[in-house]
Each structure stands twice: as C-alpha cells, then as structure tokens.
C-alpha cells in the first residue's frame, strides 16, 4: 500500500494539466452521506473562474478520473 497522499501511479505528461485540475475539482467535491459525483455545475464554474474552456475528451477524463475515485469503475473494468 502507498504512503497516504503518494500516488501509486504515473500520470502521462499530456494529462498532467488535466490531473491537476481534477484534483482541485474534486477537493471541492459536495459530501452528503457518501461523496458525490463533480457536477456539471461546479465543472462550469471551475472553467469561468479560470477562464478556460475544456475539450470533451478533457471533460470525458474528467468523469473517468471521478469515477475511479468514487470507487465506480477500475482501471480493470472493460467498459470505461
């Protein structure tokens, strides 16, 4: 098991940026009784505050990146 806060895993160079967003996104994720999804909403807002625009693969790794996080899918499931 890693160390608490080590990734396990090396994040491709082009994704890198990505990553990185995904992260402060989902440091602002809403918590009720499980951990929810990153919204629409706050995905809309993280971009405006930022002033960019992400291309739909980027939002399309976005979802993937939540999901593997909220434990939904793994790396090992065939349909991501």
């Known amino acids: 098991m890693p160390e608490e806060g080590i990734n396990p895993y090396e994040i491709p160079d082009i994704l890198y940026d990505l990553w990185i967003h995904f992260q402060a996104l989902a440091a602002g994720r809403q918590n009720g009784m499980e951990a929810n999804p990153i919204s629409e909403t706050d995905i809309h807002g993280y971009c405006l505050n930022r002033r960019i625009q992400f291309d739909e693969w980027e939002l399309r790794a976005i979802r993937l990146f939540d999901n593997?996080?909220?434990?939904?899918?793994?790396f090992e499931d065939k349909e991501v």
């Open 68 to 74: 593997v996080a909220l434990g939904r899918v793994t």
